[in-house]
């Protein structure tokens, strides 16, 4: 029995590359899963975004890297 081929399914778009590049590790974005660094206002994604303090603030690496 022959199987068809089932068309290549695209990939869900927060798996293609955005247009926000994020400063920490250079990968583009979508917009949508990028978060202001609440210390420095760089945008960030949520691979590099690090939760720190109390309540947790969303921060870039360096900013929390700072607060330690
Ligand atoms: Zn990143
Ligand atoms: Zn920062």
């Known amino acids: 029995m022959r199987r068809l081929r089932t068309r290549a399914a695209r990939p869900p778009w927060w798996l293609e590359p955005g247009d926000e590049p994020c400063e920490t590790c250079l ?29 947790p603030q969303n921060l870039c690496p360096s900013c929390a890297e700072e607060l330690r």
């Open 27 to 55: 990968v583009l974005h979508h917009l949508e899963l990028m978060i202001h660094c609440e210390g420095c206002d760089e945008l960030v994604c949520i691979v590099c975004v690090i939760e720190r303090g109390e309540p």
